[in-house]
């Protein structure tokens, strides 16, 4: 471990762990976020290989953490199947969240082009406020960012604490994509089917285009739309003056509902994204 402050009665160091974590590997600093803060820690993914490399980390050091994937119902039906099939390679325990807004009424209030119209309220409704719920009751939220994915993220930090107390851990934040794919060789670990197509960054397919020559990895997502991030990781932002979380007592705290299970999941109806 790299830090010997894993107890939950101590108080956090933020700018002293993000030095310490900063020449470990994103085992180490796995480790310490699971031991911490077992059992209030989730990892987040969308079947995006930073998450897929995470998760399988998580298999030998905390198999028990709960991994959270938002079904928006706007997925490529490339990311469904490659989501079943890591389930079925590696026994992944996902948590499948859905929008608390049942489809038919989005569709019915909405119309079915709101991503075009206005993708901030999409990702709001479908995406930020299942997370909302989700991350009641969590102490530690898991991701699969890195700083080099895009110039809104180079200066973000390997671990940090949010409005409300959670920590954030950013373990893959100072890998590159040549990392990631060195990880998924050297453990045989599938690629996204999309991937060989030019996607560096896949999100629902209204949103997703194949990224050009001398783009970043996420010039892909929202093309032509002033927008960079989906919400899900700023509805929380940075808080240095919220309560140590490892201390914080959430015994009280009310957890987000309990979602169904990728095999429980309801279908939705979907379309396949037109490419060229």
Not at 45 to 69: D, N, W, Y
Not at 140 to 147: E, L, P, Q
Not at 184 to 210: E, M, V
Not at 241 to 259: H, L, M, N, S
């Amino acid at each position: 471990m790299a830090n010997p402050d894993a107890g939950g009665s101590q108080t956090l160091d933020l700018a002293r762990q993000n030095d310490l974590f900063e020449t470990v590997a994103p085992e180490e600093i796995l480790a310490w976020v699971t031991s911490r803060f077992a059992p209030d820690a989730v990892l987040t993914m969308s079947f995006q290989h930073e998450g897929v490399v995470i998760a399988h980390m998580l298999r030998k050091i905390a198999p028990e953490t709960p991994i959270l994937f938002i079904d928006t119902g706007y997925h490529f039906e490339e990311t469904l199947k490659y989501r079943d099939q890591l389930i079925e390679f590696f026994g992944f325990p996902i948590r499948n969240l859905t929008s608390i807004m049942p489809r038919a009424e989005f569709v019915a209030k909405y119309g079915d082009g709101l991503y075009d119209r206005d993708p901030d309220l999409c990702c709001k409704i479908n995406k930020v406020e299942p997370m909302q719920l989700a991350l009641r009751g969590v102490r530690a939220w898991i991701n699969g960012r890195r700083r080099d994915q895009a110039t809104t993220r180079t200066r973000m930090p390997i671990v940090e604490r949010l409005q409300g107390g959670i920590v954030k851990a950013n373990p893959l934040a100072n890998w590159t994509s040549r990392d990631t794919y060195g990880y998924l060789t050297k453990h045989d670990i599938p690629t996204h089917p999309l991937f060989g197509q030019g996607y560096t960054s896949i999100g629902c397919f209204p949103c997703t285009r194949p990224v050009l020559p001398g783009e970043d990895e996420r010039a892909g997502r929202w093309a032509g739309k002033n927008k960079t991030e989906c919400g899900l990781h700023t509805f929380l932002g940075n808080d240095e003056a919220a309560p140590d979380a490892g201390t914080k007592d959430v015994a009280e705290t009310p957890r987000g509902p309990e979602r169904a299970s990728v095999e429980d999941a309801p279908e939705t109806p979907r379309s396949r994204a037109v490419r060229s």
